[in-house]
């Protein structure tokens, strides 16, 4: 699923180019997406969540036959542009929102980590108030939006915290550190336009570069870029593959 970094690339690639433009002719291709919609409805939002395997770009020219695989939605934006809806998988959804729905939507989703408000205390307070695995509290995309599985594997290696250790067990002046990493490490992600593991693709229908400076996701069995030690991967924290250097972060329980 993507991640803030690609979300973000994707926001910066396709604003410039969306904003103050109408879709029109919409043409829905698959309506096994659709949540909350149905065809007499209307909202003020449309809302598309890619997942792991969804994709958008603006295409300044017709598609070719090999680019037209698995369009989900298109519409017309005008100068011969279309805004194009790419899903292989068809994991994602989309939801047509009126002002009630989408204030429902987005009071289930914590604040950005990027965003000029969300201090150390803030972060504290909410990562810090929790039983849960550190790794799987800033994930909990309640308490803060946009970290995944990539991202936390990276700052919890970068800030040497044990990622299966309870949030409320951590010293105050490690979870302000690992604040100040997790947006290093977003921001250093978005400046590199994501990472491409498979399908993520930025506006533009690029690749990012991330992938290239992992330290540990996906390298289980390789040797610690800092000790040496070989690097060890468990599913018992949360379910996902948890990778982490037992001799810098300490060996989960």
């Known amino acids: 699923m993507p991640e803030l970094p690609e979300v973000e690339t994707v926001v910066r690639d396709l604003r410039p180019r969306l904003t103050g433009r109408t879709l029109t002719n919409p043409k829905l291709h698959h309506s096994d997406v659709l949540r909350r919609v149905s065809k007499p409805e209307s909202g003020h939002r449309l809302v598309i969540q890619p ?38 998988r068809r994991l994602g959804t989309i939801w047509l929102l009126d002002e009630k729905g989408w204030e429902s939507y987005t009071a289930r989703i914590g604040p950005e980590p990027l965003a000029d408000d969300f201090t150390a205390d803030v972060f504290v307070e909410r990562i810090g108030g929790t039983r849960q695995a550190i790794k799987k509290a800033i994930m909990d995309q309640r308490l803060l939006a946009g970290v995944g599985n990539i991202y936390a594997n990276e700052a919890l290696f970068k800030a040497g915290i044990d990622p299966s250790r309870r949030s409320d067990k951590i010293e105050r002046a490690d979870l ?52 040496g030690a070989q690097l060890a991967t468990t599913h018992v924290i949360d379910g996902r593959a948890t990778t982490f250097c037992w001799r810098c972060q300490g060996r989960p329980a």
């Open 176 to 227: 302000e550190r690992l604040h100040g990493i997790v947006r290093n490490v977003l921001e250093d992600a978005i400046a590199a336009k994501g990472t491409t593991v498979r399908d993520y693709r930025t506006g533009t229908g690029e690749t990012g570069s991330f992938q290239d400076a992992l330290e540990v996701y996906g390298r289980g069995g390789e040797p610690c870029p800092r000790c």
């Open 51 to 88: 997942r792991m395997t969804g994709n958008f770009i603006v295409y300044d020219r017709r598609m070719r036959v090999a680019e037209r695989r698995y369009v989900v939605l298109e519409a017309a934006i005008g100068s011969g542009e279309r805004f194009v809806y790419r899903d292989v």
